[in-house]
């Protein structure tokens, strides 16, 4: 259907659980996917299989709940 495309969806925590999830229907749909978790190889892991199906997806490691990680952009 493709209801998201031409849209950006940026999905925190998207390494695994809930977050994985959306992150893989919003591609499905036909967003670009900006992934953001604190588990580098997950948040890899993820992004592969979103591309591996056609879809756009880039990881970006960040700890949300570390507010000088926030705020330096690291």
């Known amino acids: 259907m493709n209801i998201l495309e031409g849209k950006v969806a940026v ?17 499905s749909e036909g967003a670009k996917v900006v992934v953001v978790g604190r588990r580098r ?6 992004c592969d299989s979103i591309r591996a199906k ?9 700890d949300l709940s570390d507010d000088a990680a926030i705020t330096h952009g690291q």
């Open 11 to 27: 999905v925190t925590g998207g390494t695994s659980g809930i977050g994985e999830a959306s992150a893989e229907l919003f591609a």
């Open 41 to 46: 190889a997950e948040g890899v892991a993820v």
């Open 54 to 62: 056609g879809g756009t997806a880039e990881f970006i490691e960040a």
